[in-house]
């Protein structure tokens, strides 16, 4: 018997939903510090949600491009796990986040066709976790947490020697999919679990879980 997929719940933005996500058997949840975002949280109201999420639930801090100034205050100012780069950090400032301020980091590579895989081949020893999302589109407000998906055949066949997740438009209705084509035993998700930007809905969150786990 294969262990169960794990879930991480992106851009949880108060109690309730925290509560629903684990409820619900969330592995990981992400916290979102990209202040245009609508799941953005200040770093002190973070600190209060964070510190109730159990032990044995990994808090993942979202950040864009941040500087080392920036992280050092958010990090000082919440008990996060684990640190998402969802930017266009380098492999070069993968490496120099990780190694600076000691926690495991899951770099965001955007996936639009086969050639971005290459990138992603890049970041395999710099970084803890990869995190296969959808390239966002020129115009997209944000870079990530648009509800789009990318082609999943792109990753059919594709192994690689460091663990990731899939992300980009999963829903409770397409995840079991998603997971027979490209083999993922890890899934990320935030607009497809949710009733208003930046607003979860605790069934969706369940079902989402549900049916990744029975995928
Ligand atoms: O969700 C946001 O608002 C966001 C803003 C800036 C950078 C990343 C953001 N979300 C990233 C995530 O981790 C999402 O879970 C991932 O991109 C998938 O999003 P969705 O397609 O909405 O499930």
């Not at 996060?80 to 780069?85: H, K, S």
Request: a negative charge.
């Amino acid at each position: 018997m294969t262990d169960a997929v794990h879930v991480k719940i992106c851009g949880v933005t108060n109690a309730a939903a925290i509560d629903s996500a684990v409820s619900a058997g969330a592995h990981y949840l992400g916290f979102n510090f990209y202040p245009p975002s609508p799941r953005y949280l200040t770093p002190e109201r973070a600190s209060v949600l964070m510190r109730d999420v159990p032990a044995g639930v990994t808090k993942v801090a979202l950040v864009v491009d941040a500087q080392n100034d920036e992280l050092g205050a958010l990090l000082h100012a919440v008990p996060a796990d684990v640190l998402q780069l969802h930017g266009h950090e380098s492999p070069e400032r993968v490496a120099e986040v990780r190694a600076r301020f000691g926690l495991p980091v899951i770099k965001v590579v955007g996936i639009a066709d086969a050639d971005d895989l290459a990138d992603l081949d890049k970041y395999l020893t710099v970084s803890d976790q990869i995190l296969v999302d959808t390239k966002p589109p020129k115009n997209a407000r944000l870079p990530g947490g648009n509800g789009l998906a990318f082609d999943w055949r792109l990753l059919q066949g594709r192994q690689w020697p460091c663990p990731w997740l899939l992300a980009g438009g999963l829903t409770p209705e397409n995840v079991g999919a998603a997971i027979r084509l490209t083999g993922a035993r890890q899934v990320d998700v935030s607009s497809g679990v949710e009733s208003a930007p930046g607003v979860k809905d605790a069934q969706r969150m369940a079902a989402f879980i549900q049916a990744a786990q029975a995928g």
